[in-house]
């Protein structure tokens, strides 16, 4: 047997014309991780699509274990044991564990077209044991955590014996504890044999788990070699094509005296306690805490989404009046939410339609009065390309063809047609590439510049440090602990957030 | 938790059930020979029918998808049933085996029109609904056709003398079908795609053929179903079947089936939902409801379960959520809000 079980041999790819792999070849290591990076849209989930048999290439061709490999449906992939653990979990949340691990090949009670239930429970709770995951094989998924699903998920992949198995960003919903759970679990499938592709944004992740590295840039392969001869760094250079000296804007604006929004003694039974803060014109305050911490949760009671039960918030210098979001918007508050998918966009319209859609009633006199068309769609491509949203035609092309950070640019910019005085952003960069990244800090900075106050909530302490002139730190639904930027401190910060849990 | 919370999701958690019991109970204070034996047996045999329709289109909203056409499909396939039995004097079994034929065939032009020229359900059966009366009226020349003797007999044969045959069959098809959906590879599969279509395909599962066999057991289902009904009448009047495709969706949809797709059951489900909308109709027409007022009755009895149903989802969205604080007092577990 050779010591390569995938190989790539000229491998070219075209959607819509446009060359998405150009010209790849290399080989995957048998029995090692192999971690692939690049930007979004340099190619790597369409490449591990030809091999998961979601799409086909044009021209080249892909052996597995030496022998030609050309599968037409994901179910080829897994016949021939290639496991895909997609970005977006591909389990049935109105099923069992164990409906879910033998959904597309249930076995029968001998001749009959009926299901061996007790064979799928005992060959479940041997695959649920070798990924860790004590539950019930009969457990409904829609019960399980998202870490738990990504096991479940695993568990699949070990059902049908896969000797590759793709990880596309395996962490972006997993909590502290749960990626590490995960991480030790590779290792364990490394070590009995499989061999893995880890996709992932998070560069220190691939070189602690790693054996070798593969680079991508615009569908090319622009550097392959074992894991030692790679840092953080060159890994930036080689997918950005260019050295980034910094990974943060610097700031240029300070905050103002006059408080933007004032939280006083907000209360909910259950999710948050006592919570009290001043957020300043033109303050980029961070927000900091583990899963669970009650941040995203609190982001949520200020826009009005949810109800409190006591305390205050004050916007601009007036109260609040009620838990209701158009009243929020209609105070000058803003909110760009964690889920860009399922709540910040509407996927089948227009980009510009996205974008002037919190703004519609400022463009007419009525609701039923026809719009200003020409002064809204203006002021959207004024947005757009302050922004620099990467379309083709922003007024056609629908919201769901952009890549994750220029569908993250356009939740932001359509909030931007109206400046806000609070903007509240929750985890605007996750599963965004470095060069995106960039652009959304120094979009943030920018706004605050102008005198909007920005609460940054994230659950990556390293941005937050370089962007915020202050974090505030949560957990168990209460403020732990406020830190002004000169005494930003990793591990000062870390242990205010693992306070929780604790009993006092 | 406390006791109310308890009591209040179980009271979630149950509602067609209790729904089912209060309506019983109403009717039967109301006109107590509603509780008698023979008022249980019409209920049950009228339901009959439009519950082995309700059991198809329970398949089909499984799945996410709808079936409008089944209204036009009871009738086209009584009407071709009762023309080979008349014109060619053919025996009653030949008659049944015509009327499920034209029942699947109607079903497969549904399922062609569905998986094949990828016409959204809603659309593709709104247009066979039409197309398909046109058919049956083009055969029938908008005029009665009877069905023999025999067949009417067969209606009113009883099973060992107690039991009617139509409850019979609809309790067949009832245990069938359930069976099919929980213990069989199918029924998890329809399940699956109802939850998420598009990963069911990643997952290497033939949506197609899945979606194809809902629209055709449905046809059946439509077919058969209007065959009982004929039987009990004796005759295929040109308005047979207008308007029951909204019974079989509200059946469907009372016993609980989310028009999602991917959530609802046969048995208890659909089986409630049919009993109880002839409960309803059966109820109005022993207490002496005003003709007029009785279909104001029944449609506002259906939009208010379905209403619970929708208050019913929030409710048990809301208290499934976790909460995040320990509070104090909290016994430790109790905060992860088990189901």
């Known amino acids: 047997m050779s010591d390569s079980i995938l190989t790539f041999e000229n491998i070219e790819k075209s959607f819509f014309g446009v060359r998405v792999l150009k010209d790849i070849s290399f080989s995957v290591p048998r029995g090692k991780v192999l971690g692939l990076v690049g930007e979004n849209g340099a190619g790597k989930s369409t490449l591990m699509n030809l091999v998961g048999g979601v799409v086909a290439p044009d021209s080249g061709h892909m052996l597995l274990d030496g022998k030609p490999f050309a599968p037409r449906t994901p179910r080829h992939a897994n016949d021939a044991g290639v496991g895909f653990i997609h970005q977006e979990l591909n389990l049935f949340t109105n099923l069992s564990i164990a409906e879910n691990i033998f959904i597309d090949g249930f076995p029968r009670l001998s001749w009959l077209p009926v299901l061996n239930r007790a064979r799928m429970r005992s060959q479940t709770r041997q695959f649920l044991a070798a990924v860790d995951l004590e539950m019930s094989p009969d457990t409904l998924v829609e019960k399980l955590s998202p870490g738990e699903r990504q096991l479940a998920e695993i568990a699949k992949a070990l059902s049908f014996d896969a000797k590759l198995i793709i990880f596309d960003e395996p962490t972006t919903s997993l909590t502290a504890r749960e990626t590490d759970r995960l991480f030790a679990l590779i290792e364990r499938l490394r070590s009995n044999g499989a061999t893995i592709v880890y996709i992932s944004h998070i560069l220190g992740d691939v070189l602690r788990l790693a054996d070798e590295i593969v680079v991508l840039r615009d569908g090319e392969l622009v550097g392959q070699g074992p894991t030692a001869d790679f840092t953080v760094g060159r890994m930036i250079a080689l997918m950005v094509g260019r050295d980034i000296k910094q990974l943060y804007p610097p700031r240029t604006s300070a905050p103002l005296p006059d408080p933007a929004l004032e939280v006083k003694g907000l209360s909910q039974i259950g999710i948050v306690e006592k919570i009290t803060f001043a957020l300043h014109k033109g303050e980029l305050l961070g927000i900091f805490g583990l899963m669970g911490s009650g941040r995203s949760e609190l982001a949520r009671i200020l826009f009005g989404l949810d109800t409190y039960a006591r305390g205050e918030i004050w916007v601009d210098g007036k109260r609040q009046a009620k838990s209701s979001a158009r009243h929020s918007i209609d105070m000058g508050m803003a909110f760009v939410t964690e889920n860009r998918r399922d709540e910040g966009l509407l996927m089948d319209i227009s980009i510009s339609n996205n974008i002037g859609l919190v703004s519609l009633p400022h463009y007419a006199a009525t609701t039923i009065t026809p719009l200003h068309e020409a002064q809204l769609n203006g002021q959207i491509n004024g947005v757009v390309e302050s922004l620099k949203i990467k379309a083709s035609d922003v007024g056609r092309q629908a919201a769901k063809t952009l890549s994750g950070g220029n569908q993250q640019k356009t939740v932001i910019g359509k909030w931007l047609l109206d400046q806000p005085s609070v903007l509240i952003i929750d985890e605007p960069t996750r599963g965004v590439d470095v060069g995106a990244k960039f652009e959304i800090y120094t979009i943030i900075a920018d706004l605050a510049a102008a005198g909007t106050g920005v609460l940054f909530i994230s659950s990556e302490l390293e941005e937050l440090m370089g962007v915020c002139d202050r974090i505030l730190v949560m957990s168990n639904g209460e403020v732990q602990a406020t830190f002004a930027r000169a005494e930003f401190d990793k591990e000062r910060i870390l242990r205010a957030a693992f306070r929780e849990h604790v009993p006092s | ?339």
């Open chain 2, 1 to 339: 938790m406390n006791q109310n919370k308890r009591f209040e999701q179980f009271f979630l958690q149950n509602t067609p059930i209790i729904l089912f019991v209060v309506v019983f109970l109403v009717f039967g204070l109301l006109a107590p020979r509603f509780f008698s034996l023979q008022a249980a047996e019409t209920i049950l045999k009228q339901a009959s029918y439009i519950g082995i329709v309700a059991v198809g289109m329970t398949f089909v909203i499984l799945t996410a998808g709808i079936d409008l056409s089944v209204g036009s499909n009871m009738y086209v396939s009584a009407v071709m049933a009762g023309l080979v039995m008349q014109d060619f004097k053919a025996p009653a079994w030949i008659g049944l085996l015509v009327c499920l034929s034209v029942g699947m065939l109607f079903g497969a032009v549904n399922a062609f029109l569905i998986t094949k020229l990828k016409i959204i359900p809603f659309i593709a059966t709104l247009g066979t609904m039409v197309a398909g009366k046109g058919v049956g009226l083009l055969f029938s020349q908008s005029i009665q056709i009877p069905f023999p003797k025999s067949v009417l007999e067969l209606g009113s044969t009883r099973l060992f003398d107690v039991i009617p045959l139509p409850i019979i069959i609809f309790a067949a098809v009832v245990v069938v079908a359930h069976l099919v959906l929980t213990m069989t590879p199918l029924g998890r599969q329809i399940y699956a795609v109802g939850n998420d279509s598009e990963a069911a395909k990643k997952a290497g599962l033939n949506v197609g053929r899945v979606l194809g066999t809902v629209y055709v057991v449905s046809g059946l289902m439509a077919a058969l179903g209007g065959f009982v009904s004929v039987a009990q009448q004796g005759v295929v009047h040109p308005g047979f079947g207008e308007g029951y495709e909204f019974n079989a969706i509200a059946a469907t949809v009372l016993g609980g089936t989310s028009l999602f797709g991917g959530v609802g059951s046969v048995l208890p489900g659909t089986v409630l939902g049919a009993v109880l909308i002839q409960m309803i109709q059966t109820g109005l027409i022993f207490t002496k409801m005003d003709l007029y007022l009785q279909p104001l009755i029944t449609a506002a009895i259906i939009f208010f379960a379905v209403l619970l149903d929708a208050f019913r989802n929030v409710q048990l969205q809301k208290m499934r959520r976790r909460n995040i604080r320990v509070e104090k007092g909290m016994p430790v577990g109790a905060s992860a809000g088990d189901d």
